[in-house]
């Protein structure tokens, strides 16, 4: 299939992604204001929705590996395109997201995340927030699920390395809960920025799970070199030169 007529219908299935968005934000607002359920409920229809329109619209499949936490642990995704965060949460009972304090003003996704329980950050300031959210969670004032949080802190593109921020780290000690590393080569087909969508079999795989007690510094390591490592092999799966940006 040539490159224009690809780029064509990546164009019309983003689009879509998008208004599809708002029309589940309408469809569900009632169910999401009466209960936290309903709003679980819209976000997993729209995980599904675009997986499903992914796959025919422009030829990229999805795959979940590994075992899917339904207990109460803390989830250290690689985090490459807005595809993965669908997949993640998508794949979850109850996933909730520390995520960019500014999102909780866009539309849809601000309302939604709230409401699901995911935890706004602001930068520079993510200290303060850690603490606070251990706190949170200590007097059982926070919603139970699987807590999301992106080891890196923002999209990493597939053969760039990146350094592993020490937040995941703290929370791992201060809450003392099971982490669940995930890897992924979404980004060999779906790409930080653009338009152009490619062809292929997007993995999302689960990794065994570190037991809390580790030291951080030993944890932190552990952690990337899970993710890296995986990540490597699935990128490597797709077709994708390893040490190349």
């Given amino acids: 299939m040539s490159y224009a007529i690809q780029w064509l219908r990546s164009l019309v299935f983003n689009a879509q992604m998008y208004l599809a968005m708002l029309v589940f934000g309408i469809l569900y607002t009632p169910a999401a ?3 936290r359920e309903g709003a679980i409920a819209a976000c997993h229809a729209y995980c599904r929705w675009v997986r499903w329109t992914a796959g025919w619209m422009i030829g990229l499949k999805t795959e979940i590996r590994g075992t899917p936490p339904t207990d109460e642990v803390m989830v250290a995704p690689k985090h490459q395109s807005f595809l993965d965060v669908l997949m993640i949460y998508g794949a979850m009972p109850r996933g909730k997201f520390i995520f960019k304090a500014i999102l909780k003003y866009a539309p849809v996704i601000g309302q939604f995340g709230l409401r699901i329980g995911c935890i706004p950050v602001d930068r520079g300031k993510r200290g303060l927030a850690i603490k606070q959210m251990v ?3 200590q007097a059982g004032r926070a919603l139970p699920g699987q807590l999301i949080i992106y080891p890196q802190g923002t999209r990493i593109a597939p053969g760039v390395k990146a350094p592993y921020k020490i937040g995941t780290g703290a ?3 201060e809450l003392g ?6 890897a992924t080569n979404v980004g060999v087909f779906w790409p930080k920025r653009g338009i152009y969508r490619h062809q292929g079999t997007a993995v999302f795989e689960f990794l065994p799970r570190i037991e809390p007690g580790l030291a951080v510094p030993d944890f932190m390591q552990q952690l990337e070199d899970a993710i890296e490592t995986a990540s490597d092999r699935l990128n490597a799966e797709a077709g ?3 040490g190349r940006p």
């Avoid at 809960?177 to 995930?182: A, D, E, K, T």
């Fill in 240 to 242: 994708f030169p390893l």
């Fill in 33 to 35: 204001i009466w209960s």
């Fill in 135 to 137: 706190a949170d969670v």
């Fill in 171 to 173: 929370l791992y000690r």
């Fill in 177 to 182: 809960q099971p982490v669940v590393p995930v």
